[in-house]
């Protein structure tokens, strides 16, 4: 495994739990909070997509 393919499964791994985290965060009594983790998630979502896909892609590329 290349070390970009790596750093791209970490960085992949990472946003996701993220994700995970901002998802427990919206469901927060705190209205504020909720408002804020819901903003973020959307942004943690692309960033985990796009990170799917040069994950993808890399594999592609190592393949003989």
Do not use: G, W, Y
Request: proline share 2%; with cysteine; charged share 25%.
């Amino acid at each position: 495994m290349s070390s970009d393919l790596e750093n791209a499964t970490k960085a992949l791994q990472c946003a996701a739990l993220l994700c995970e985290d901002l998802r427990e965060l919206v469901r927060s009594d705190n209205l504020l909070l909720s408002d804020i983790a819901m903003q973020h998630l959307a942004d943690a979502q692309n960033l985990k997509a796009n990170l799917d896909r040069l994950a993808s892609n890399l594999k592609q590329m190592e393949k003989p």
